[in-house]
């Protein structure tokens, strides 16, 4: 794991210089009132669809990298396989916030991402050689996740190195994912004109979705990759196992990444240029809460920071700072209290998935 | 009411909201009423979509409005996260659709039995209904009449502000002059609306706001079938002479030979005790939205004495609710994950209020009381557990306040209707 501490470093680099690319100059706002509607265009044009684009480019690099490793299953094709999987899966953390329209449709966020993984499953699959990959009993058993135990548990390669069966389970979990993802970015094409229409606030209108999406994804970050790990749903008792990413060691990296691409969305960012554009902090400034977006803003900044103050990997970290993980929680649930009630009553959105009769 | 039904039932809604959740927060003093197992929670949905039927052509039509009455009210009752209060009113209709004789000219219970016919009815028939609907406007216009919403035109600021895009009015909506013209309007609206629609003069004209002022608001607001109601219903302020004109086009419709009319007329018999349960009712219905001055504290934060009144698209309340799972024999503490006890609708109105946050420690205190937890290699009995929450709520467009803190016992505390002081009081 040591090897990756280079890489990882200069990762961090670049994502940090792309956070500071984007904070937006505070300079005097022009009077036109807001257009949530351009705001929703620009997240679909220069967010939404390059982030799905960018995902498709990488799982597609995965799947080829694949295609060479298991006609040659060298040491140093498995590490390309390693690489572009985890620069798939970082490029994953964009696309997860977007589980509305096409993502939802088919079931993609839980097809992908589905984590901890099910490490019986997987051999039990394999053993049987024949398995549904689409099965509800097999959503843990699929995924990037999956491919975190099959690329970096301990003896990786051994495993591969004459066993077809285990070889092809990999090449199916990543063509299962290359097909949906297929289908949702072809879906999203027709999709973004009914995203960008709809600025309504009514439960099942596409800005209320984007908005209980993205309160729902940063959640989801704080639960699953922090929360559950470092036992705040368990008495207090550590759950390794929960651990994202664990046999790679990649968790904090993905947390950071996850974070960091709620914050780049909060404030319109260019997914690739980082350029900043109409996001949820213009529209909360143009509804007077210059004073809620900033206090947003610089949450964000104090856990991007916070994450980066760790050396070791989430397990390492378990075992030896247990302090410094709860003040990194405590930083991801203080803010859920400004984007789930501040935010979210400002915008007047309803933070329910229910679409009720109304009052 | 019957496109009221089948829209629920189209809609999914019986899965949903009485087939899915696990649990339910039902009314103080009527917790034992309890849902259906499974898809025969659909029965009473059908069986209203047939009282309907019979009641709109006038077949059984007494028993088809109690069998209404019954099954809406049960369906009502079993959870306080779908409160509504134009699901209420239909309630209340419904009752009292099922005292008063509306079969007794136009329908096919005048054919099965001809000699219930009468062309005349009780004033108070027609008098009850139309009292029932001046109580909803003028209520409704009472409980505008606070800061929020006259001096800060809120929560329909925020509301107005979020309907930018519309198509040439959309500019208006982010206008601060529109939402108090909005909120004043409304006000007036409610408050005065009945006395005009009592008016022989001045009825048509304000039939024709109560028209633009439902379309206006079923047009921007997600309030589902109530502006349809409201325009149904006040259709009984009309002189008999008007719906008699209309009677006898649907007649002709259906070549009915019938040419007598209902006619309204002060009933000349004693009827002490119908005039006795119409005035404890009467009271009843003037005094329960009032019952909010018995408590201190802000009515919108406490949210005592706020149902059943009226009180309609008054406010904006967002909330953040964490609980806590203690265990008191190791001193070792769990967050909860709601979303594995409740559906998201139900959290979302738990989490702003009092009674059901009560509810639902006493729920998690039932689940855990007894358990054994086992985490990793660890394993906890848990026993008398205690139930604490962290919450944030937001009122109105107001930054968010600490709602519940921490150090409360929330499994201890008592369900009723006293004042509860482990509300964190409120703060302008």
Known sequence: ?359 | MLFGVSRFMLKGWVKTLYIDPQYYFGYLGFEWVKPLEGSLMYLPFILMLIAALCIIFGLFYRIAAFTFFLCFTYVELLDKSNYLNHYYFVSLMSFLMMLVPANRAFSLDTRLFPNIRRSTTDQWHIGILKFQLAVVYVFAGIAKLNSDWLLDAQPLKTWLQAHHNLPLVGEWMQQDWLAYAFSWAGCLYDLFIVFFLLSNRLRSYAYFFVVFFHFVTWYLFPIGVFPWVMIFSTLIFFSTDFHERMLRRLRSLFRAKETSAPRAITSGGKRTITSFLLTVYICIQLLIPFRYVLYPGDLFWNEEGFRFSWRVMLMHKEGYATFYLYDKETGRESEINNAKFLTRTQEDQMATQPDMIIQYARILKEHYDGKVLHYGDQKFLIEDPAIYAKIYVSLNGRPSQLFVDKNVDLSLLPYNLKHREWVQPFEE
């Open chain 1, 1 to 359: 794991m040591k090897s990756f501490s280079r890489t990882t470093f200069l990762l961090a680099a670049c994502l940090l210089g792309l956070a500071v690319s984007c904070k937006k100059d505070p300079g005097p706002e022009d009077s036109t009132p807001f257009d949530k509607g351009a705001m929703l265009t620009n997240i679909a044009d220069n967010i939404i669809i390059p982030a799905i684009d960018d995902f498709s480019t990488k799982i597609n690099a995965l799947e080829s990298d694949y295609l060479q490793f298991q006609a040659d299953r060298s040491s140093v094709n498995l590490e390309t396989v390693r690489e572009s999987w985890k620069a798939a899966y970082l490029s994953w953390q964009a696309v997860k916030i977007f589980d509305f329209g096409p993502v939802r449709d088919n079931g993609f966020k839980g097809a992908t991402g589905t984590f901890p993984t099910d490490t019986v499953k997987i051999e039990d699959n394999v053993a049987a050689g024949s398995y549904n990959l689409g099965s509800v009993a097999n959503a843990d058993a699929i995924g990037l996740p999956a491919l975190d135990f099959l690329l970096y548990r301990v003896n990786a390669l051994s495993y591969f190195v004459g066993n077809d069966p285990y070889t092809t389970y990999g090449l199916d979990v990543i063509q299962k994912m290359r097909s949906e993802l297929t289908t949702v970015q072809s879906a999203w094409t027709g999709y973004r004109a009914t995203f960008i229409a709809a600025t309504g606030t009514s439960t099942t209108s596409a800005f209320s979705e984007l908005i209980n999406e993205f309160n729902r994804d940063y959640e989801l970050a704080k639960n699953a990759k922090v929360g559950i790990p470092i036992g705040k749903q368990s008495l207090e008792i550590q759950l390794p196992e929960y651990i994202e990413a664990r046999q790679s060691g990649f968790s904090f990296e993905l947390l950071r990444e996850s974070v960091h691409q709620i914050y780049l969305l909060y404030f319109g960012c260019d997914f690739n240029t980082g350029a900043a554009g109409l996001g949820f902090d213009d529209y909360l400034n143009q509804l007077d809460r210059t004073d809620l977006s900033a206090t947003i803003g610089t949450n964000f900044q104090n856990i991007l920071n916070k994450i980066d103050s760790f050396s070791g990997t989430l397990e390492e970290e378990m075992a030896t700072n247990v302090s410094g993980l709860d003040e990194l929680y405590n930083l991801l649930q203080g803010q859920v209290v400004y984007l789930k009630t501040d935010m979210t009553s400002a915008f007047g959105v309803l933070i329910t998935y229910q679409d009720n009769d109304g009052d």
